[in-house]
């Protein structure tokens, strides 16, 4: 019974809670609102200082010369002049004052926001100019406009944005045209082109912007070296969506991003295209989904974060500047004194003779018994025993006990150093090996039925959304996200390879996709994701600038 009553609470609660747009002074914040009261401690993001005490027990919110004193009898004071009564709440130390007498304190004036929300002003902005130049439309004010305040939505050639409250100076000037309804402003802008465009809004402190991209007319410039293009192309007789990113890599870099939190957890793409500020990324390697741990070989900056799987094709980019896919043979070595051990894994929870350990890991390392841990810190031994994390300057080696009688001369100070084994040709900056590999140096290659049983879970046999890079015989680099449009699940692996063949790509390989797939650009998801939502992922490849 005690439960049911719980329950029939939170419903009725749930009922008669809502939200309300408070904007002080150029300041907003979204209360919840609760049987007409709100949280004072919220008003702190307005600038307005709250106080409790813990002697008396009371409250005091405070602002400008004013002083509101709040009573746990429910009685609010103000300017120790007026009083109201059972306009305060107190819930342990949660305060709660009424949401009509804050309106009449702060001197707001009720409204409706573009979305229906209810708005608690101190003044409505007024928009004074709409100038659209350069694929930008741009709406300058006097006084704030917060986000809630903005309604915003495309069609084919039309792009229409309500702000609500707001009051209108402005003139139409083609192709943009202001009108008012009430103490709303519509501007409507007319694109003079039969496509829907793709919009990014950016709030600035009295204005504005709407960033319009129309790849679907032809390759977009994004940075130097960086286009976009969107287009609906038939492939294998299905509709699909696909979007490009032509790059030019002697201009930008393309380098692999690890999630914030280290190797063995997982982040959206946006999330690391706007951590590391750049210009897009699409994901990258396949990963274990019960430990979050990518598979194959992955380099950063020169530095092997996971060692290489076997077989499958690997993206590189070199520090001369220049991408290539390649399968090549990698072997990492750790020599320790005149001890040469081959690695068996880097950043890995699996078991191996010889790991690595680097601080980019996220997971604390695995503490075994029958291994032998070395705390490697510039290039020399600092300490014997295990660790939870390795140096930031550093690794850790961790070494099957059955060579201990080749460790037991090994002393803090001896030298520690990779050696790599390898037929490529060039000094590998960034890495990325995942596939199938679809194209290599213009053809279909000879074992590509071997390459598609590489891969577990029917991946390359099966209809999917694709991430895959491509490179062209000048040099440059394509990535690009194949989205289903239609329900028929996406591509194949042969529908790629006649795909890539028909663009003229010189190599070509997939990284993972079905709901892994996403392509960002700056703060935009630019393609269609097969579940509406993006998930996380441990690695992504990034459009950067390049670094010298």
Known sequence: MKRFYSILLMILASCVM???????????????????????????KLGLTFVLSEVSGRAYLIFEKKIILLNKDGTVTVDFLDVYEKSARFVGKRVFIKTELLQKILGLKPHRTA???????DSAPILVSAVFEKNQLKLSFVGFVSEQMVSARTSKGKLTVEISPCLSSAISVEPVKVSTDGASV???????????????????????????????????WVANGVYWQQTTERIGNKELLVNYLWIDPSVVEL?????????????????????????????????????AIPI??????????????????????????????????????????????????????ALGDVLVFTREFGLPIPKRDDTIYFVVENGKVVSRGWVSKAPEKGFVLAVSNKYEKYLQEVRAGDLVEYVINTNFPYRIKHAVEA?????????PIPDRNQEKNRYGGNIARANATRTLIATTQDGKVALMVISDQNGSGGVNYDELVEFCLSKGFYSAMNFDGGSSSVMVIKDKIVSRTPTGW???????????QRSQ
């Open 435 to 443: 596939g199938p590999l679809l194209l290599y140096q213009g053809a």
């Open 255 to 291: 380098k692999p991003a690890i999630s914030s939190s280290g190797i063995g957890t997982m982040e959206s793409v946006e999330a690391m295209v706007a951590r590391n500020g750049a210009i897009a990324g699409v994901n990258a390697s396949y990963f274990d989904p019960n430990t």
């Open 186 to 220: 519509i501007v409507e802008l007319d694109l003079g082109a039969d496509v829907e465009p793709v919009m990014v809004m950016k709030m600035e402190a009295n204005a504005l912007s709407f960033e319009l991209r129309m790849p679907m007319l032809g390759r977009e």
């Open 296 to 349: 194959g070989l992955l380099i950063v900056d020169g530095k092997v974060l996971q060692n290489v799987y076997g077989e499958r094709p690997i993206f590189v980019y070199s520090y001369a500047g220049t991408a290539h896919i390649e399968r090549f043979y990698f072997e990492l070595n750790v020599r320790v004194g005149q001890l040469l051990f081959i690695v068996k894994g880097v950043n890995t929870v």
């Open 18 to 44: 809502g939200q309300v747009l408070v904007g002080f002074q150029g300041k907003f914040v979204v209360l919840q609102e609760s049987e007409g009261f709100v949280e004072v401690k919220d008003l702190e």
């Open 534 to 544: 993006t998930r996380a992922v441990p690695v992504s490849l990034l459009v950067v």
């Open 115 to 121: 979305s229906g929300q209810t708005a608690l002003l």
